[in-house]
Structures are given as structure tokens and as C-alpha cells.
């Protein structure tokens, strides 16, 4: 009698667990189209730095509600993660950005604060069927108590952008930040 309820309960759990594992897979492709006038800019954006960053926060304070907070099923659309879809508006809420270009590839950028305490914005890369193929990171901003980092990109042309990224130490001597490292790289865009 016991293990009849015993297979009774792993039947309905796998049951269940493959009902929910189908509709999280329905939803996880990008359509660009129901969201396009939520971007805070339409245009292509050459240049992605600290201004870039410090723009939005002031356009958050200003208006909370302009830009586009991406939660819930839109979370999952642009991230394409479901164990990680956020649901309400926290410190680490990312917002529609920037469409940068549509065609076979499209690419947009969000701009958020990471869990390291950084802001940045990344650029999203979904191929024609709205799977997500590529995350670059295009800027940052920030960090804790005792590493701080500072990044800008400029795009190149539509296949490519180079990046140059700053690393930042705290030192008690000088109360400061003390540059440690600085990188520059050319990136590949997809397009």
C-alpha cells in the first residue's frame, strides 16, 4: 500500500515537472517588435560610457516610470534564464536601453547594476528566431569598498567595438582609488 502512494507521488512530480519545464521553454525566445517605443533611445549609440550610465541614473531620478524595468516574462524574453527571472523593481533591475540594430541579428543593450554593486550596460545579441546568441558587456561603473571598475566602448563599425576597461584598488595611504590595470580590446559584434 505505502509504495503504490510512493509511485502515486514520483508520477505526479515528474508530471509536473515537465508541465512546468514546457511552458518556461514556450516563452523564452526575444521579439522586439510589442517592446520597441519602451527603449529609452531608438537610435544607434556609438559611444558607451560612464556619461552613458550617469545619464540614466539621472533619468531614473527624474522619472522612474520612463524607463522600461525588465521583469517577469519580459526578464525571461531578454534573458532567456528561467531560474533567474526577476519579478519586482530592486537595486539590480535592468531597463530597456538602446536598439542598436535589427535585421538577421538584432542587438539591443539594457542598462542595470549588477550583483558585484556595478552599473553597466550590456548589449544583447538574439539571432532571427530570438534566441539570445551573445552578451557583451559595453560599460560599467562602480563597484565596493575596495575595487572599483570603469569601462567604455566605442563601436567601430557594425561588426566590431573596442573596449577599454580600468581597474581601481582602494588604498588606505592615499584614500583613494589607485589604478591597477588597464585593457583595451577590439570585440566582435554579431550582425
Not at 18 to 43: A, H, R
Not at 111 to 120: A, L, Q, R, S
Amino acid at each position: 500500500m505505502e509504495k503504490t502512494s510512493i509511485i502515486r507521488f514520483v508520477t505526479h512530480f515528474v508530471l509536473m515537472f515537465t508541465l512546468t519545464s514546457c511552458s518556461f521553454s514556450q516563452k523564452t525566445t526575444f521579439v522586439l517588435k510589442p517592446i520597441e517605443s519602451e527603449f529609452i533611445y531608438s537610435q544607434k549609440i556609438t559611444t558607451y560610457n560612464k556619461d552613458s550610465i550617469n545619464n540614466f541614473l539621472n533619468i531614473m531620478a527624474s522619472n522612474m516610470n520612463k524607463p522600461k524595468a525588465i521583469l517577469k516574462d519580459l526578464h525571461l524574453s531578454v534573458f532567456q534564464n528561467p531560474k533567474e527571472i526577476d519579478s519586482i523593481v530592486t537595486e539590480h533591475t535592468y531597463y530597456l536601453y538602446n536598439i542598436q540594430a535589427i535585421g538577421a541579428i538584432t542587438n539591443i543593450t539594457v542598462v542595470g547594476t549588477n550583483d558585484d554593486w556595478v552599473n553597466e550596460i550590456l548589449m544583447l545579441s538574439y539571432d532571427a528566431d530570438g534566441k539570445l546568441i551573445i552578451k557583451n558587456i559595453m560599460a560599467q561603473l562602480g563597484g565596493d569598498q575596495e575595487y572599483f571598475i570603469e569601462s567604455e566602448s566605442t563601436v567601430i563599425n557594425d561588426s566590431t567595438y573596442r573596449k577599454t576597461t580600468k581597474e581601481f584598488e582602494y588604498s588606505i595611504n592615499s584614500n583613494s582609488n589607485e589604478l591597477k590595470n588597464t585593457k583595451t580590446e577590439e570585440l566582435n559584434i554579431p550582425n
